[in-house]
Nanobody
């Protein structure tokens, strides 16, 4: 059974940093395309960052480029999202997702993923 478990969210001041984790069980992260998404109440879930399977190419939303970094640790079977220079606009519930068949370009689309975590809240105060 596949399970994705996010952690690392919390309350941080603007300009601060957080490092989110997505611990996977039932799948090997290096064999899956994975992504980070976020959602605020009343809005669609939006793409944040994606990483391709095997070669680990990455893709970012324009709003987080140069501030966020997606990565994974094969030994820990975990994906990460390092978030720097946070602003109140980054406040959201952050979700990780995985799918074995996606090309990097398809990691931006919520409907393409087979597996999702339960989410972790990130709140950035001004």
């Amino acid at each position: 059974q596949v399970r994705l478990a996010e952690s690392g969210g919390g309350l941080v001041q603007a300009g601060g940093s957080l490092n989110l984790s997505c611990a996977a069980s039932g799948l090997t992260v290096s064999n899956y395309a994975m992504g980070w998404f976020r959602q605020v109440p009343g809005k669609e879930r939006e793409f944040v960052a994606g990483i391709s399977r095997r070669v680990s190419s990455t893709l970012y939303a324009d709003s987080v480029k140069d501030r966020f970094t997606i990565s994974r640790d094969i030994a820990k079977n975990t994906m990460y999202l390092q978030m720097n220079s946070l602003t109140p606009e980054d406040t959201a519930v952050y979700y990780c997702a995985a799918d074995w068949k996606l090309a990097l370009g398809a990691t931006t689309t919520t409907g393409e993923y087979d597996y999702w975590g339960q989410g972790t809240q990130v709140t950035v105060s001004s």
